[in-house]
């Protein structure tokens, strides 16, 4: 069984910075794709960004240039840094595992970017 831990949401001003982990246990295969995924209110849940455990990436064009996602294999943890936040980065923002072919989720973690 695997497990997914969010945290470091939170309420952040325009502009700012907020550094998202995913902490993953369980049984987890050598090989495998985390990412992270966000929902906003109404709208439908839509890709943030992907890493592989040999550390390719890739983004959503929108979030590429102020999203960065990275990964410590050694702590099976992941991590989003998020830069110039703006209001409608404001979501909850779920990780995901893809390994040995199933999918698993995170509970996830709500991020508003208000003044």
């Known amino acids: 069984q695997v497990q997914l831990v969010e945290s470091g949401g939170g309420l952040v001003q325009p502009g700012g910075s907020l550094r998202l982990s995913c902490a993953a246990s369980?049984?987890?295969?050598?090989?495998?794709?985390m990412g992270w995924y966000r929902q906003a209110p109404g709208k439908e849940r839509e890709l943030v960004a992907t890493?592989?455990?040999?550390?390719?990436?890739n983004y959503a064009d929108s979030m590429k240039g102020r999203f960065t996602i990275s990964r410590d294999n050694a702590k099976n943890t992941m991590y989003l840094q998020m830069n110039s936040l703006k209001p409608e980065d404001t979501a909850v923002y779920y990780c995901?595992?893809?390994?040995?072919?199933?999918?698993?989720w995170g509970q996830g973690t709500q991020v508003t970017v208000s003044s």
């Open positions: 995901n595992l893809q390994s040995g072919g199933s999918s698993h």
């Open positions: 369980g049984s987890i295969f050598r090989i495998n794709t």
């Open positions: 890493i592989t455990s040999a550390g390719s990436t």
